[in-house]
């Protein structure tokens, strides 16, 4: 085979075997690194197809070379670029042998030299290039993925793990049975060759790769129905994790005003009715008001806010909540918009708790968007530096001091784009401004408003409160 035509598949093969690995472990990559990543697995792959005609460590080396363009390029450890290598490559080499058994069947009686045409070698490859490129956009367009490194520990099923475990292995079997067909068809040296005509060769092929799908298609029901076991498990542990904290606040609420009654008590049976009258009134601006955050629209939600004002009352933080509209139809759970809310103000609340008093402010801003959508903005006082933004979600990222996983913003961008919503991080007056954009349930293709001006006109005359 031509050195060009070796460069060219080893392009195409490095490409798109890498884009889909690293999807499947739902990591998202630039496009300018695949480019490069793909020109370097063309060199090196030209290289090793150059030296072996062995299937089969050909394979091997292959793997190797990808696992080691991961490794630099998406500093990822051995065992994780290794297994990310394996779930591009094989899908790759599964198409491969596809489209060699087709192949094999629809040019048996081809005439002699006809392989020797370069446009032939060309274009025969294009059919597996293009099943894996149906398979990348699958996987981006319905956010399907098989591992998730980023927070892979923090939830793990062992069946889930052994059942892709299973699923690697039906296709790697499925793979080496493939290859032996291929190789006793091109040989022709085998007993199999001489008894076989390529046409029963393929017809074998054909129900190894019958079986293998039947197989593979068993598997993944199954791993479907652990990653919705995950995800109620995910759900009901955010619940629980709202639920303790709100009773940890009642608690701590109930015990402050058992102390305030007994001061006030105190003063009465003083008769110092005046400085009763003071703290009193010190006291009711100072207490919170649950009922406030009901307007909210959402249970979850309101019980957030409710626990971040007693934590922001707690660190001198003032937190101000200006709602504009209920969100009542967000399509999102109330678990999840929890965890996108909750993580930002945490994070505002870190970033203020450094500044003087009078920068000790966090501002959120829940509106409705002119196009059937729902914007919700959190502003505190700041600067963040370009090329910090830039990292800010990538997992493991983190500027904040001590042991923290840096998989907040991730994780908060991962739901967003999840249920189809945008997200901006912007530098806005002096101030730390994330915007954020999320569908409601009547329209989920609705196109998204746009930061400025999306509802200015609506928030006269609407609740706002502040703890």
């Known amino acids: ?41 063309a060199i090196l792959s030209t290289c090793i197809r150059s030296l072996s005609n062995q299937l089969e460590l050909i394979f091997i080396l292959l793997l190797l070379v990808q696992a080691f363009i991961i490794i630099v390029s998406w500093n990822l450890n051995m065992v994780r670029a290794l297994i990310t290598a394996a779930l591009g490559i094989i899908p790759l080499a599964l198409s491969e042998a596809l489209v060699a058994s087709v192949t094999l069947n629809l040019f048996e009686q081809a005439p002699p030299g006809f392989f020797d045409n370069l446009l032939v070698w060309i274009l025969v490859p294009l059919p597996q290039y293009l099943l894996v490129g149906v398979g990348i956009f699958i996987a981006i367009r319905f956010h399907m993925y098989l591992l998730d490194y980023p927070v892979l520990d923090m939830v793990t099923d062992p069946r889930r793990n052994k059942v892709i475990l299973g699923l690697l292995t039906v296709l790697g079997c499925f793979l080496v049975l493939q290859s032996i067909w291929n190789i006793t068809a091109f040989s022709r040296q085998s007993h199999f060759s001489k008894t076989l005509s390529l046409s029963q060769l393929g017809f074998c092929a054909n129900i190894t790769l019958v079986v293998a799908v039947v197989v593979t298609a068993l598997l993944i029901k199954e791993l479907f129905k652990l990653t919705n076991r995950e995800s109620d498990y995910l759900a009901q542990l955010g619940y629980l994790q709202t639920l303790n904290e709100l009773h940890t606040a009642f608690r701590a609420q109930n015990h402050d005003l058992i102390n305030h009654f007994q001061t006030l008590y105190g003063f009465l049976q003083l008769g110092q009715s005046g400085e009763a009258q003071k703290y009193l009134a010190e006291l009711m601006g100072d207490t919170l008001n649950s009922d406030q955050f009901v307007k909210v629209g959402v249970p979850g939600l309101s019980a957030l806010f409710y626990i971040k004002s007693g934590l922001a009352r707690a660190n001198g933080i003032r937190f101000n909540v200006e709602i504009s509209s209920p969100m009542k139809r967000v399509k999102i759970p109330d678990y999840e918009l929890n965890n996108i809310l909750g993580n930002l103000i945490n994070n505002a609340f870190d970033y203020v708790k450094g500044l003087d008093y009078q920068n000790r402010v966090v501002n959120v801003k829940m509106s409705e968007g002119k196009n059937n959508n729902y914007i919700i903005e959190v502003l505190n006082p700041g600067i963040i530096p370009p090329h910090i933004i830039k990292k800010m979600f990538t997992p493991g990222f983190t500027t904040k001091p001590g042991d923290h996983s840096g998989l907040g913003l991730y994780i908060v961008r991962q739901l967003i784009e999840k249920y189809e919503g945008s997200m901006e991080l912007l530098n806005t007056s002096g101030q730390v401004h994330f915007w954020i954009c999320l569908p409601q349930k009547s329209k989920l293709n609705s196109e998204h408003g746009l930061p400025a001006g999306s509802n200015a006109n609506e928030r006269d005359n609407h609740p706002v409160f502040s703890g």
């Not at 085979?1 to 460069?7: E, S, W, Y």
Request: with cysteine; proline share 5%; hydrophobic share 60%.
């Open 1 to 41: 085979m031509p050195i060009g035509v070796l460069a060219y598949n080893g392009f195409l093969s490095g490409l798109l075997s890498t884009w889909l690995g690293l999807l499947m472990v739902n990591i998202k990559p630039s496009f300018r690194k695949l480019l490069l990543a793909a020109c370097v697995f």
